[in-house]
């Protein structure tokens, strides 16, 4: 957490306004405040303060899970990791300017009266401001949401790996933005037990899987993403989970019930009736 919905729907909330706080592009970095050194990966603090003041934020978008602020003469990247959020405030109300939150790492102040902060408890979230994104994201693999990724290029790619299916989903030099919650949850609407070895998949149940990434995804975007903890409390995705933190409850496809297993070290929720460990045919 936070997985591509959750990072799509905080980069849109930076272009557009939303998630309480105004659109960002168009605003001047006056200022930065790194409260927390390790938060940012390159380069170093004085640099990076003399680098990022007086730009102006062009855009902001997303690239599997990095958050990128397009800037006049650099790209600021920001990865969540696990407990990571952004939030635009004012910096300054009724005269007297606003105390920041416990675990605010790094602080942009902007023109006309904003700030954005950049706001992580377990201090796992790295920064880069870099002059081209792609050295920071140049290995990830392709964006599932991306129409040029056709069904038999993902066939293709699932081919070249005898692996595990979860691990190989979530592997970002793979596929880009997947995560635990939104690949239990195609797995299962595509009917592939997570342990099923990669090249074992038939070009349709290949398409299949494809066809469910793309909709738990545009699904999750559409609801904000998930709130599962105390983390990310904006999105509703979580209410329509038909087996992620549903270990024990019967599966809405058949009734049988709901197991949890780790794969990769991650808890993984399945259907074994739906999801049954077979060679596919």
Same mark, same amino acid.
């Given at each position: 957490?936070?997985?591509?919905? $959750?990072? $799509? ?18 605003? =001047? ?16 603090? +004085?640099?990076?303060? #003399? ?12 690239? @599997? ?5 397009? %800037?006049?003469?650099? =790209? ?13 405030? $004012?910096?300054?109300?009724? @005269? ?12 942009? =102040? ?27 994201? @140049?290995? %990830? @693999? ?6 040029? %990724? ?14 595990? %299916? #979860? ?50 995804? #545009? ?7 998930? +709130? ?7 999105? +509703? ?8 933190? #549903? ?11 709901? $197991? ?22």
């Amino acid at each position: 957490m936070p997985e591509l919905p $959750e990072v $799509e729907t905080i980069a849109r909330a930076l272009q557009n306004g939303g998630r309480g706080g105004l659109p960002i592009p168009g605003r =001047v970095i006056l200022d930065s405040d790194l409260r927390w050194e390790r938060t940012l990966a390159t380069p170093s603090p +004085s640099i990076f303060n #003399k680098q990022i003041n007086d730009q102006v934020i062009n855009k902001i978008d997303r690239r @599997g899970k990095f958050i990128q602020i397009h %800037l006049t003469n650099y =790209v600021l990247l920001i990865h969540l990791r696990m407990s990571g959020d952004i939030r635009v405030e $004012e910096n300054n109300l009724s @005269g007297q300017k606003q105390p920041l939150k416990t675990h605010d790492r790094l602080v942009l =102040v902007l023109d006309q009266n904003l700030r954005v902060a950049f706001n992580d408890t377990r201090k796992f979230g790295r920064a880069w401001l870099v002059d081209d994104p792609r050295k920071v994201t @140049g290995k %990830l @693999g392709p964006e599932p949401l991306d129409e040029t %990724l056709t069904p038999q290029d993902f066939f293709q790619r699932l081919q070249k790996h005898r692996r595990q %299916l #979860k691990p190989l989903l979530m592997d970002q030099h793979f596929l880009a933005g997947l995560g635990n919650i939104y690949t239990d949850e195609a797995l299962h609407m595509s009917h592939l037990h997570p342990l099923i070895i990669s090249d074992q998949i038939t070009p349709q149940r290949s398409e299949l899987l494809l066809l469910s990434i793309r909709r738990v995804l #545009k699904e999750g975007i559409r609801l904000n993403g998930a +709130s599962i903890d105390w983390i990310y409390r904006d999105g +509703s995705f979580q209410d329509m989970c038909k087996v992620y933190q #549903k270990t024990g409850n019967p599966c809405q496809t058949c009734g049988t019930t709901i $197991e949890r297993i780790h794969v990769g070290q991650r808890s993984t929720h399945f259907c074994p009736t739906c999801q049954v460990m077979i060679t596919v045919d």
